[in-house]
């Protein structure tokens, strides 16, 4: 009872098993519109906004990298913090510019866009990529200590 009343610290297993949920389930489904755009990159050439002004092509290579390669590292926990700006600034920009911020519009780039910032900030956890590559560095240096 005393665990459901109170919340678990940061780096308990139960948080990180559900920082781990969270980064499966939403990476997977970031990376299936990530998975569209690349089938359809021709296609959508014509179409896809310019919001920056560089171009539709950058435009939507941008959006299929942050979609699809970024999505997958963040599923990962690789280089965590650095592959979810280009996802949160894909988000923002699909929420603000797109739909005009708008949430009855544009609510599931506002969903995303909150989950991603919510989860930049919480960090990947400890099963993660990065949380397995901060340990290793983190014991050599303390045997450089001795």
Do not use: Q, W
């Given at each position: 009872?005393k665990?459901?009343?109170?919340?678990?610290?940061?780096?308990?297993?139960?948080?990180?098993?559900?920082?781990?949920?969270l980064?499966?389930?939403?990476?997977?489904?970031?990376?299936?519109?990530?998975?569209?755009?690349?089938y359809?990159?021709?296609s959508?050439?014509?179409t896809?906004?310019?919001?920056?002004?560089?171009?539709?092509?950058?435009?939507?290579?941008?959006?299929?990298?942050?979609?699809?390669?970024c999505?997958?590292a963040f599923i990962?926990?690789?280089l965590?913090?650095l592959?979810?700006?280009?996802?949160i600034?894909v988000?923002?920009?699909?929420f603000f510019y797109?739909?005009?911020g708008?949430?009855a519009?544009?609510?599931?780039?506002?969903?995303?866009?909150?989950?991603?910032?919510l989860?930049?900030?919480?960090g990947?956890?400890?099963y993660?990529?990065?949380?397995i590559i901060?340990?290793?560095?983190?014991k050599?240096?303390d045997?450089?200590?001795?």
């Amino acid at each position: 009872m005393k665990n459901f009343l109170f919340p678990l610290p940061p780096s308990s297993k139960a948080y990180s098993l559900f920082l781990l949920a969270l980064r499966v389930i939403f990476g997977i489904l970031l990376m299936r519109h990530g998975i569209e755009k690349f089938y359809n990159y021709t296609s959508l050439c014509f179409t896809f906004p310019d919001p920056i002004g560089y171009g539709k092509d950058l435009a939507l290579i941008f959006v299929v990298f942050a979609e699809l390669c970024c999505s997958l590292a963040f599923i990962f926990g690789v280089l965590y913090r650095l592959c979810m700006i280009p996802m949160i600034i894909v988000m923002a920009t699909a929420f603000f510019y797109i739909h005009g911020g708008s949430v009855a519009n544009g609510e599931l780039a506002f969903s995303y866009l909150l989950l991603f910032i919510l989860m930049y900030i919480a960090g990947p956890g400890r099963y993660s990529v990065d949380a397995i590559i901060s340990y290793h560095l983190n014991k050599h240096e303390d045997d450089d200590e001795f």
